[in-house]
């Protein structure tokens, strides 16, 4: 009788136990739900991007034409920093800054070159356009205005609303892929349907070191130098000197939207937006 009290009172125990332990499961099955829910559905405090897939049968080549509409499907949100580790897919724009108008005839246009600082992790000391990667719920314009701004300055940004003009230099964005390779705080993969922007501003200019002598322009602490060239200089420096810039994959992007505002030159259109 004893020895049957005994085996019971084990078997309730046993079972109290199990029960806690498959409450504890279903408590934390719930909470990692809620929050990976939360993760994709709502918004972070730090600033992340929309992540897609391109869709079935279609396999996105580097520098084509991509539809955005069409080619992707959105699949949640990360820090730029997991998209980049992961190679996810995002967007972002590359901006092409025009010193005057396109197809002015009273002076050439130049456009605007910046240097990274030595010290970056990616690409340090080397020249390139102004690039900015799009966050959460952030249209193409709403991107390239604030790559006006951050990179620039508030300053520049209410000049170019003033004197200048933001259009569009291709009518689709394109994909650009690029693998950085390992580095010490981790590998770097971007996957980026690019919007390509021409902006178009009237600004005054030291001729004799091509250096802007406006007060309008408050360049981000990541930039070491700027200087202005013509499209011809722009489009001979990318050949003679190959290792002033990244990664010949970035050249080719530049190549890109060189000769499109040179077709946009020619033409002499462009869309306003």
């Known amino acids: 009788m004893i020895l049957t009290r005994r085996l019971l009172k084990r078997g309730w125990i046993s079972l109290i136990f199990l029960l806690f332990i498959g409450l504890v499961g279903v408590v934390n099955t719930i909470f990692f739900l809620h929050h990976a829910k939360k993760n994709i559905n709502e918004p972070k405090l730090v600033n992340d991007v929309e992540v897609f897939q391109s869709v079935k049968f279609f396999e996105p080549m580097h520098l084509h034409p991509i539809d955005p509409k069409v080619h992707l499907k959105h699949v949640g949100f990360e820090s730029i920093d997991v998209v980049h580790r992961n190679g996810h897919l995002h967007m972002g724009s590359w901006i092409h800054i025009i010193d005057s108008s396109l197809t002015s005839k ?24 102004v690039g900015e990667h799009a966050y959460r719920d952030e249209s193409p314009l709403d991107n390239v205005r604030r790559g006006l701004k951050e990179e620039l300055g508030s300053l520049f940004l209410d000049h170019v609303d003033k004197h200048g003009s933001i259009s569009k230099l291709t009518d689709l964005p394109v994909y650009f892929e690029l693998d950085y ?19 178009e501003v009237v600004m005054e200019r030291n001729v004799s070191h091509d250096r802007v002598s406006s007060d309008s322009i408050e360049f981000d602490h990541e ?15 990318l050949e003679a000197d190959k290792h002033a810039f990244c990664h010949d994959r970035i050249i080719d992007l530049m190549k890109l939207g060189f000769r499109q505002l040179q077709r946009k030159r020619k033409s002499k259109t462009f869309e306003i937006i």
């Open 181 to 199: 390779g390992p580095r010490k705080i981790g590998r770097r993969i971007d996957k980026q349907i690019t919007y390509l922007w021409l902006v």
């Open 223 to 237: 930039v070491a130098d700027h200087i202005w060239k013509t499209l011809d200089e722009a489009e001979k420096w």
């Open 106 to 129: 009273s002076s050439e246009p130049k456009i605007l070159m910046i240097k990274r600082k030595e010290n970056l992790v990616t690409c340090p000391g080397t020249w390139s356009l």
